[in-house]
């Protein structure tokens, strides 16, 4: 955790043949600044008190992973990430959700009745038992399934309508989540074969990234969540929203 961020210099554009179509030298300088100048002030910074390393496993966006130091920032308004390698970002990570509506519990399951799941490409077969009457019971019954199948859980939880939210593995545009039927599927609240896919922007990065992104509140809205992909030594920090 850090107090204050202060953020001060200058950028300086041009200067050579190669950014001059005349002949002649052209520069630029342009000031760099903070929001901060205008008044307005980030809830909460963190930083590496030291560079942190980090491996994912194959070739650098192949596999994203989240961070505990930015695990308290619902916002993120300003990134800085300094890399000795090439790595990725995922900036606005997000795993596909999916929502049941209009679920009936007590489910009335006689037991049998099925749930068919997919999860970026892995099938899953969730199979009810008679007990299995309350959204809760559903919904331990769904992540016990995925568990036995070898995905992280939960993939499955009780949102705050009474209905059942379930949740991807994966993030960025390629990640999926499908309902593909079952017996049981409608009257849990999931008719039809919805499905839905997660976010992220991919940004590759090998020296210095800084970037503002908006403000908690406005349009466009801040990133929650920034991933990260390859293996490097970093250096963080970053500001925003707790609440």
Partial sequence: MTDSISL?????????ACVSS???ADRS??????????GQQFQSAVETA???RISTPGAVGASFVDLSLLGDLTAIELLYVRSDQPIALRIGAASPELTGTGGIFPTLFAGGETLLLDFDGAAITVTFLAGDQSAAQVVARINSACALAGLPTPRASVATSGQILLLGVGTGTG???DVLGGTGAATIGFAGTPSALGAGADVPVWGTFICEFGVAGSLPAPPERVQFSGAANLTIVAAGRTT
């Fill in 8 to 16: 001060k210099g200058v950028l300086e554009i041009g200067g050579g």
């Fill in 22 to 24: 005349c002949g002649s």
């Fill in 29 to 38: 300088t342009k000031g760099i600044t903070l929001r901060c100048a205008t």
């Fill in 50 to 52: 030291e560079p942190i």
């Fill in 175 to 177: 990640a999926t989540l």
